[in-house]
DNA sequence: CGATTTTGTTATCAAATGATAATTAAAGAG
DNA sequence: CTCTTTAATTATCATTTGATAACAAAATCG
C-alpha cells in the first residue's frame, strides 16, 4: 500500500476520532466551566495528583494562564493544591470531592455513550476492537517518550 | 474484558490520538490564520467543494460566526465563493490556488512527520496498522450515518 | 398567490483564550 | 554566599471565539 493512500486513511481516521469524541463528550461540561477548564479538569481527574508546570506542560496551556484557570476552579471548590514537602515551590493539584463528583457524572455519561456506541458488537468484535486499539496506541499513537 | 476497563482504555486511546495530531500539526499553521480558521482550510481542502452551511454542521460552528471567519479567508484570496445555479441561495466554496497552494504545503509538512513516525514500521507492521484502522473506524468510530 | 423554510449576511456584544512583563520564593550550582 | 534556574503568581492587554438579533433573498409548501 503507497504512502499517499496511508496518509489519507489516517487523515480520514484522526477525524472521526475527533467528530466521534466531540459527540460523546458534548453537553456533559457542566454549567459555569469553560472548555479549557474542562478539559484541566479530564487532565487532573486522569493523572491525580498532578502538578501545575505538568498541565501546562501537557495541555499545551502557558504557565500564567494555567495559574488562572488553576485558580478559578479552586475558588470553585473542584480542585485542591497542596504543598510538597520535598520542594516547597511545587504543588500538588488533585480533585476536590466535589470535583470528583462532577467528573465521575461527567464520566458516566460519556461510558453510557460509548456502550450505546459500541452496544451491538459481540464479544468476539470487542476482543478485535481491543487488539486494534493496541496495535494503533503502540505503533502510531505513541506519544509518551 | 469488563466495560470499565474497556472504556477506559478508548479514553487512554482518544487522548494519545488528540495529543499525537497535536503533534504532527502544530506549527504547520501559516501566518495571520487563526486555528478555527486553519480548521476550516482543512475541511474545505478534504471536502471541496462545500457549501457554508455544510462547514457551519461540520465544524460545529453557527452560520454567522462562519459566515464571518469564511468572509475573512475570501479577503485574503485563500478561498472562492461559486454561485449555484439550481438554487440561488447557496455557494459552493472551495480553494482558491494560493489557498491549495497553502494547504498543500501544510499536509506535506504534516505528511513527512507521520511518515517520520511509521518509519520504523515493516510492510507487514503497517498491514497490520490499515487493518486496525479499518476495524476502528467502521466499528466505534464512524461517524457518519 | 401568501406563508414558511432554507441559506446566507451583517452588526454587535460578551466571554474565553493567548501572550507578555514583572514579581516572589525556593532550590540548586559553583 | 551569590548567581542562576525552576515553579508559580499577578496584572494587563489584544485577539479570538461564541452567541444573539435582525435582515434579505431565494426556494418550497399548501
Not at 504543598?83 to 466535589?98: F, G, H, P
Amino acid at each position: 500500500m503507497d504512502k499517499e493512500a496511508f496518509f489519507h486513511k489516517l487523515v480520514t481516521f484522526t477525524t472521526a476520532v475527533h467528530e466521534v469524541t466531540f459527540d460523546l463528550t458534548k453537553d456533559v461540561r457542566p454549567e459555569g466551566i469553560t472548555p479549557v477548564q474542562y478539559s484541566i479538569l479530564e487532565y487532573i481527574a486522569v493523572s491525580q495528583p498532578v502538578t501545575l508546570s505538568q498541565i501546562s506542560d501537557c495541555k499545551n496551556i502557558s504557565m500564567p494562564n494555567t495559574s488562572r484557570e488553576l485558580k478559578k476552579l479552586t475558588e470553585k471548590n473542584l480542585c485542591e493544591k497542596l504543598d510538597v514537602a520535598e520542594d516547597r515551590r511545587k504543588q500538588m493539584i488533585r480533585l476536590s470531592d466535589a470535583g470528583q463528583a462532577m467528573m465521575n457524572k461527567a464520566f458516566e455519561q460519556i461510558g453510557e455513550r460509548f456502550l450505546e456506541r459500541i452496544k451491538d458488537s459481540s464479544t468476539e468484535e470487542l476482543e478485535e476492537i481491543s487488539r486494534a486499539l493496541d496495535v494503533l496506541h503502540s505503533k502510531v499513537f505513541n506519544s509518551g517518550e
